[in-house]
């Protein structure tokens, strides 16, 4: 079983940064790929960014092209969100998701655990 928890979340004004923090429990976390997912009030989960399992290959979401980017320390179980630039559209509660095979996908129920998640707020 793997346990995720997230830190990092909190108010900024639009324009900007923010990082987030995602710390995994157990050995197998180099292995996976990891993701960071968001949700706004009323609206569905959707895939935001996530690296491959050696930290190689990204995938994005074109709404964070430019401003977000993803890293991972396999030596602390920690995978970051850079956030810069952030809009009022970017508001929501964010998630960090593990997903055993080691590659990425947008698709959060190919993702095997999950975060509580982190809020952000952004202020226009």
């Known amino acids: 079983q793997v346990q995720l928890v997230e830190s990092g979340g909190g108010l900024v004004q639009a324009g900007g940064s923010l990082r987030l923090s995602c710390v995994a429990s157990?050995?197998?976390?180099?292995?996976?790929?990891m993701g960071w997912f968001r949700q706004a009030p009323g609206k569905e989960r959707k895939f935001v960014i996530a690296t491959t399992w050696n930290g190689f290959g990204t995938d994005y979401a074109d709404s964070v092209k430019g401003r977000f980017t993803i890293s991972r320390d396999n030596t602390k179980n920690t995978v970051y969100l850079q956030m810069n630039s952030l809009k009022p559209e970017d508001t929501g509660v964010y998630y960090c998701?593990?997903?055993?095979?080691?590659?990425?996908?947008?698709?959060?129920?190919?993702?095997?655990?999950w975060g509580p998640g982190t809020q952000v707020t952004v202020s226009s």
């Open positions: 157990g050995r197998s976390f180099s292995n996976y790929a």
């Open positions: 998701a593990a997903r055993v095979s080691g590659r990425t996908t947008v698709d959060a129920g190919r993702y095997d655990y």
